[in-house]
């Protein structure tokens, strides 16, 4: 029977991430993914921002994607793709995995297992709208893929339901294919995606945000003809008087995402209610012994390179307890204040060497914050000049040992934030999202807010002529679709005349990531560029 090290089940960036470094740490690897290719969902997400604490570059999801996967391939570990686990189960020391592919049943063995199986969207069904289900209701990963892998336009006029950051990713994709963006409807009185998103997704293309409205209906029968809006109370409740029809061929839905986590409730992992996945300590390790979660099976992470963090320590623990050389006897549980919605780890575990990285959110939007911990007699602080419920922040400490409580609080002046009149720019220079303030008048406006020179500059720029990263795809002799970007930013005003440039576009050569796809794309200066290989890469 074959036997492994470390099996990994996911190759989304967070299975990546965990199968180089349980490899990099001595450990056999198998990587079993369901998909024909790995990448996961960055496969689809050809918008850029992806890598920049990563990797210190914006790139693209199939860019983020390929830099582990030319990793896996470099180390030579070993991958099963369109591979299923039918069943997993623990028989003493070891786990043990029974697999279906092409090529028939197989089983194999593992000492460790990390869980890497990502997320689901909501669905319509589970959200309860009136009325029937005609065609044209889509999940927003749905459309995405649609759009950016099949080259089809589910619909002309569009109302997205959520705003969730794939959703206004999505409202900026569809306009940009044509589609008419209606409103982005939002139940709760702020936004769910990052600010940087609904600058560059809502703002640069002006499609109007409704926050505190719901669909409460659906029209349509083959077809969707139309949604019923409602704006809500306090307790989310539609107000009659506010109900108003909304002509539309099409629903998005970005109403949340829910880690998957079907394996770890087979081998009875303890899953956290608040989170919807596992309850881990700082290794990783759920309560099952051997057993490590990661990424968005852990936890729904906003930053890509986040979920890379966590599938690093948790391939190191992984490597490391195959080897015997990862031994925990005492658990410390962590308690945090009202006013954090949750934090991960939620226990640390003893003996504790290095470093310990905690993430969390926080339930409102506060600026001027600290985040206290307290533990072993010690408190450890950090500062934040804003805090958000759409954010995973984080703050490093150390602990040596075990006993007594460690709790973490949200401490500092300003509460919920005031809104000011000043009008603002959100920075999209990095995920920080900095929202910078222009006082004064147009000749001598004077900027407040930014947390660096670049961002400084960038609404000094952004002021006057605002440009941006163009990422769409172009269609190849084939039928296939190249994902591409321009090399350099260009001005909002020119994106129009560029896509239509694109969509006149066939390429009939073979394409690599990297390759010159279009030079001086519609006068604009800017070349466009491949971020993805037109290829698939078959494993055995």
């Known amino acids: 029977m074959i036997e ?3 099996l990994v089940i996911g190759a989304g960036p967070a299975g990546l991430a965990a199968a180089v470094s349980a490899k990099e740490h001595g450990a056999s690897v198998l990587i079993v993914e369901r998909e024909p290719m790995l990448g996961g969902i960055l496969k689809q997400c050809i918008h850029d921002g992806f890598g920049v604490i990563e990797f210190k570059e914006r790139l693209t999801g199939p860019e983020y994607a390929e830099r582990y996967i030319q990793k896996v391939n470099e180390l030579d570990i070993d991958v099963m793709l369109q591979s299923f686990v039918l069943d997993i189960e623990k028989i003493k020391s070891l786990f043990r995995l029974t697999i279906q592919n092409k090529k028939g049943i197989s089983v194999i ?26 065609a044209g209701i889509f999940t927003a990963g749905t459309a995405q893929y649609l759009v950016n892998v099949l080259g089809l336009l589910p619909c002309r006029r569009c109302v997205i339901l959520g705003s969730g950051d794939i959703g206004l990713i999505m409202a900026r994709r569809l ?27 809502l703002d640069d293309f002006n499609i109007p945000l409704f926050l505190s409205h719901t669909v409460t209906r659906v029209f349509g029968k083959d077809r969707v003809e139309a949604v019923e809006i409602a704006k809500v109370d306090e307790n989310n409740r539609p107000i009659p008087s506010t109900v108003h029809r909304v002509e539309c061929d099409g629903l998005i839905l970005a109403v949340g995402l829910i880690p998957e986590n079907e394996f770890a409730e087979r081998l009875q992992v303890q899953i956290d209610s608040r989170t919807r996945g596992p ?60 006013d954090i919605a949750y934090c991960v780890p939620q226990r640390i575990a003893f003996p504790s060497d290095g470093k310990i990285r905690l993430f969390f959110r926080v339930r409102n939007q506060k600026r001027e914050a600290k985040l206290v911990v307290r533990c072993e007699q ?50 999209i220079v990095c995920p920080k999202g900095c929202e910078i303030e222009i006082l004064g008048n147009e000749d001598h406006p004077v900027f407040k807010g930014y947390g660096c020179q670049r961002g400084l500059e960038f609404a000094k720029n952004d002021l006057i002529n605002p440009k941006r990263i163009l ?43 990297g390759d010159l796809v279009v030079e001086d ?3 604009t200066g800017a070349n466009l560029v491949a971020t993805g290989t037109l290829r698939v890469i078959q494993y055995v």
Request: charged fraction near 25%.
């Open 175 to 201: 306009t940009l294919e044509g589609a008419k963006v209606l409103g982005v409807y939002e139940v709760r009185n702020q936004p769910s995606g990052l600010a940087r998103n609904i600058s560059q997704c």
């Open 521 to 523: 794309v519609a006068g």
């Open 279 to 338: 309850i881990v300590d700082q290794n990783m390790m759920t309560t099952v012994e051997g057993v490590f979660s990661c990424g968005n099976a852990l936890h729904v992470h906003d930053l890509v390179d986040y979920v890379t963090q966590t599938g690093k320590i948790a391939g190191r623990s992984a490597a490391m307890y195959s080897k015997g050389l990862l031994s925990n006897t005492q658990y410390s549980e962590i308690e945090w204040s009202d």
């Open 378 to 427: 010690r408190i450890i602080q950090k500062s934040f000049q804003v805090v958000r419920p759409q954010q995973t922040e984080f703050v490093d400490f150390e602990l040596s040992s075990a006993g007594g409580r460690i709790t973490v609080e949200l401490e500092g002046r300003g509460g919920e934030v005031v809104e000011s009149s000043a009008k603002k720019k959100v920075c």
């Open 471 to 513: 990422c769409t795809t172009v269609l190849t002799s084939n039928g296939k679709l190249v994902p591409v970007k321009t090399d350099r930013p260009i001005r909002l005003q020119d994106f129009e005349k560029v896509m239509q440039f694109v969509k006149r576009t066939v390429v009939g050569k073979p394409i690599e990531k």
């Open 109 to 134: 063995n593992s000492k460790a297992v990390i869980l890497a199986t990502g997320c689901r969207e909501r669905t319509s069904r589970q959200i309860f709208i009136h009325g029937d289900k005609p």
């Open 4 to 6: 492994f090290d470390v």
